[in-house]
Each structure stands twice: as structure tokens, then as C-alpha cells.
């Protein structure tokens, strides 16, 4: 199998990743329950996994990284957990259905947001950010860069953008931790949001986010901590205080593995296979007469996916054909991002969406090409 939907969730893991899992699924107990060698062995494991990801985004309180089960949940904790009626959000037109659906919601607590339109190829302009400024705008929530159009946005200008009007400023950090720096001090970041399972490599069913040291937020689910269990308020005491119930050690500590072999290679050798892969994907997509391509033509302004469409063909179709006659996988549809699809003018049918990894290699992206010219009828 050729694997092109790393945006999903990526495939494979480094080895390293499956032993770390295996290891620790084997050794059991739960961090924070009692004081037998397995809970406190356990607990070393969350703490092991919480330095690693301040040291990737340069986070200096380490105890302000929380995990959760994805970044859906993490972004609901944190536009639960932040606004109050009355309160006023700045979005882009790229959103995922993660952060525009939770704000659908709000409206009936009289939580309003306001979309700010990109360009067509997913570009932000942060002076149309500053126009629509209110009052009572309370955050600015971004995404790093667009699941759909692959798009970066300029992360550092909104944050600076954010600390001159005060307002709190949030990233969704799917599609670039991992690949692309993040640093909260350098960009203003207030709630910064990840996923475990996409670029940072790790396991599904772990995510996390991390939230400035002075920011009050209300816990999304409340219940057993492990720290003082004659309250029955729970503790305001972080990070157990946000993590309510048993935590998935195994995968959070298999996260842990992944980061460290991030950390090893280093994001700019990760960050220049990447562009090497979408450099040759990209041409080789352009001489397909069929493909029309979205989001920029700029390799250095997008990630490491390409969404496309055909003249004659639906991106459902071609995806199937790609799976059922030559083992590839990609994605089709809309991605969860209608918003996204609207910018693109592709909300009718969707798009084809090829994400790479770090662990492919330019011959698995010719292998790509060949099975689009045939099923397209070009020529290579």
C-alpha cells in the first residue's frame, strides 16, 4: 500500500513509536493512583512526553501542557473554556469544522464570531483581520495552516496582531506540529492546540494543548484526578485538575517516543524532505492536463499536502480508483472544512487530497503520478 493521507492521520509511525506503545501497554498502572511502582512509573511517563513537547514548543511551564483525545476535544476545551456571553471571535475562512462548530454552538450563549475571508489559494491578509475588530472581541482562533488548501498563515503577524488589541489568541496546530516551528513566547500564542497522530507521528486517540500560566479555564469535564479526592470540587491544579479520568498512558508515552525522534532529526531536515516530496508531486501534477490544482504555487507557503480536482472526473472517483485498481490512499471529499471549500470554489464536490510524510520517498511519489496519468489519460 502506497499511503497519501498522512493529514488524516498519519502512516507509518517510526519504529520507535510501536515499541514504546507495546512497552508501556505491557508494564501497566495509572499515573496519579497510589503510590505503587506502577502509577508512579506511569506518571514518569506523562512527565517524559509533557518535557519533550516544551521543549518542541518552547513552552517553559511544563505543568500548562494538558492531554486529551484529540485536538477536537482540545479546542472545545479551549472555546469552552474561555469565552463568555457577550464575547467576540475572529476566525478565518480555512476553519475546520473542529472550531466552527463549537462556535455554532456558543451562538446560544450569545457568543458571536466573524469569518475573515482568505484568497481563493487560502491567503490571509491580517489588515482585514484588524478591520473587523470589535469591542468585544475576546480571541483570535487560527489555524497554522489549512487541511484543505495547505495554506500557512502568518501565525507570528496574528499573534502580534492579538497582544496589541489584548485579546487572547488561539492556534489549531493540526496540519504543522511537528513540521513547522512553533514557539508560544516567539508568537503571542495564548492556547495553542496539536493532535499526537498527524505530523507529530504519534498514536491516535492522543492529542493535548497547552494554555499560558496566568489564563483561567474552566475544565471541560470534571471527575476524578488522583489529587485530593475528599473535595468534591475539583482541584484547581494543573495539569490533573484539566485531566479528568484515567489518560492514555500508553499512547501519550509513544507520543513522547515520537517527539524525541522529531527532536533528533530536527524540524528543518523534516521541514526540507518535505518540500523536496512536494516539489517533485507538484511538478509532476502540473503536466496532468486533467489536474487543476488548489491552494499556492509556492512550496514554501503551504505544507506538505496538495488538494486537487478534475475536468472530467470526481475527486470520489478517482480516489476510489487509486484504492480498488492500485493501493494507494487519499482522501476525497470535503475534509471536515466546508469553510475551506467555499474559499477554494470547490464546495459542490469536494477535492482529492494527497498529504505526504516524512518517511516516504520520491520514488513512492512517481509511483503516485503514474497511476494518475493512467487513470486520467496523460502521459508522464
Known amino acids: 500500500m502506497l499511503y497519501f493521507d498522512n493529514a488524516a492521520t498519519s502512516w507509518p509511525k517510526p519504529e520507535v513509536v510501536y515499541e514504546t506503545h507495546d512497552r508501556v501497554l505491557r508494564q501497566g498502572g495509572s499515573a496519579g493512583r497510589g503510590v505503587n511502582q506502577s502509577s ?12 519533550a513537547l516544551s521543549r518542541l514548543f518552547g513552552i517553559a511551564s511544563t505543568e500548562r501542557i494538558v492531554f486529551t483525545q484529540n485536538i477536537t476535544e482540545s479546542l472545545n476545551v479551549g472555546l469552552h473554556g474561555l469565552l ?7 476566525i478565518s475562512s480555512l476553519e475546520h469544522n473542529a472550531v466552527v462548530r463549537p462556535l455554532e454552538y456558543l451562538k446560544k450563549s450569545g457568543i458571536f464570531y466573524t469569518i475573515v475571508p482568505c484568497s481563493r489559494e487560502g491567503f490571509l491578509d491580517p489588515a482585514i483581520v484588524e478591520s473587523n475588530f470589535r469591542p468585544n472581541t475576546r480571541l483570535l482562533c487560527f489555524t497554522h495552516a489549512s487541511n484543505v488548501l495547505g495554506t500557512i498563515l502568518p501565525i507570528k503577524q496574528l499573534g502580534q496582531i492579538a497582544k496589541a488589541h489584548n485579546c487572547l489568541f488561539m492556534v489549531d496546530a493540526a496540519q504543522t506540529a511537528g513540521v513547522i516551528p512553533i514557539d508560544v513566547e516567539d508568537q503571542h500564542i495564548d492556547f495553542l492546540a496539536f493532535t499526537g497522530h498527524k505530523s507529530l507521528s504519534g498514536p491516535q486517540g492522543v492529542g493535548g494543548y497547552y494554555a499560558r500560566p496566568e489564563l483561567f479555564l474552566n475544565p471541560l469535564i470534571y471527575g476524578g484526578t488522583g489529587l485530593h479526592s475528599l473535595n468534591l470540587e475539583q482541584p484547581n491544579i494543573w495539569p490533573e485538575g484539566m485531566e479528568s479520568g484515567t489518560r492514555n498512558i500508553p499512547g501519550i508515552a509513544a507520543l513522547g517516543a515520537a517527539v524525541e525522534f522529531i527532536l533528533h532529526e530536527g524540524l528543518s531536515k523534516i521541514r526540507s524532505h518535505e518540500l523536496q516530496l512536494m516539489a517533485v508531486l507538484l511538478e509532476g501534477l502540473e503536466h496532468i492536463p486533467e489536474i487543476q490544482i488548489l491552494g499556492p504555487r509556492d512550496i514554501n507557503a503551504r505544507v506538505g499536502l496538495v488538494s486537487c480536482i478534475f475536468r472530467n472526473h470526481t475527486p470520489d472517483s478517482v480516489a476510489l480508483e487509486l484504492d480498488r485498481r492500485f493501493d494507494i490512499v487519499t482522501r476525497s471529499g470535503l475534509h471536515c472544512a466546508p469553510l475551506a471549500h467555499q474559499t477554494a470554489g470547490t464546495i459542490d464536490h469536494g477535492a482529492l487530497r494527497i498529504s505526504i510524510n516524512y518517511s516516504q520517498t520520491e520514488s513512492d ?5 503514474a497511476a494518475l496519468n493512467t487513470i486520467l489519460g496523460g502521459s508522464m
Do not use: N
Open 40 to 51: 508512579l512509573r506511569a506518571g514518569r511517563e506523562l512527565l517524559h512526553t509533557r518535557k
Open 84 to 90: 463568555q456571553t457577550g464575547d467576540h471571535v475572529l
Open 365 to 369: 511519489i512517481v509511483a503516485l503520478l
